[in-house]
Structure formats: C-alpha cells, structure tokens
C-alpha cells in the first residue's frame, strides 16, 4: 500500500511539474514576442485550478486513509480511543489546511498576480 502510494504520488508531482514547465516555456518564449493579457490570464486560471483540484484529491484521499488507521486503532485499543482521537483530529487539521495554502495561492495568482508585469505587455 505505502509503496503503490508513494509511486502515485511521485507520478502525480511529476506529472504537474512538467505541465507547469511547459506552461511556463511556453510563456516563456511568448513573453519575448508581444504576449496577450487574454492568454497569460487563460494559463494563470488553468494552472490555479489544476493545482486546486488535485490538492483536494489528495487531502481526501489523505484524510480517508488518516480515519480508516485511527479508526483501526480505536478497534484494537478502545481505552487509547481519547488519544488517537486527538491526534487524528489534530493530523486532519494539518492536511486541511495544506488545500486552504494552495487555495489562498490561487486566489493571489488569480486577482493580484505577481508575475503579471513580466508575461504581459
């Protein structure tokens, strides 16, 4: 299970790495000619959305798992049921807050984009 995960995860950070290079080539070699505001913009959106959705899918998929081994643990142990409780509220809390990171990151790139005075002109 660990090892199937690790290689999903590996492909997926793979897979985003080279979509973001690409899209960034590719604005990179149209920033040196004259780039439209209407492309930079359609990218920023595809990218922030991307990055969303699958940051969403992993936190479920994380916190599925988290639930399912405390909910083990509690089977096994039911007088530690107080602690793996807390724990595993506190652990859902941390991969929770990892999505409201990269939604607070799409928001910036979308509404108060940083890079937008060096792709558009």
Do not use: H
Not at 101 to 110: A, E, H, K, N
């Amino acid at each position: 299970m660990k090892k199937g995960l690790k290689i999903w995860s590996g492909l997926v950070v793979l897979g985003c790495a080279l979509a973001v290079s690409a899209s960034a080539e590719q604005a990179g070699v149209a920033a040196v000619g004259a780039v439209s505001s209407t492309g930079f913009f359609e990218k920023v959106v595809l990218v922030a959305g991307l990055a969303l959705a699958l940051a969403a899918a992993f936190a479920a998929m994380s916190q599925g798992w988290a639930v399912g081994r405390a909910l083990d643990g509690i089977a096994r142990q039911p007088e530690a049921s107080d602690k793996i409780q807390l724990a595993m509220i506190i652990g859902l809390a941390f991969i929770e807050s990892l999505v409201l990171y990269v939604l607070f990151i799409g928001i910036i790139l979308l509404f108060a984009n940083p890079f937008l005075k060096y792709f558009v002109k």
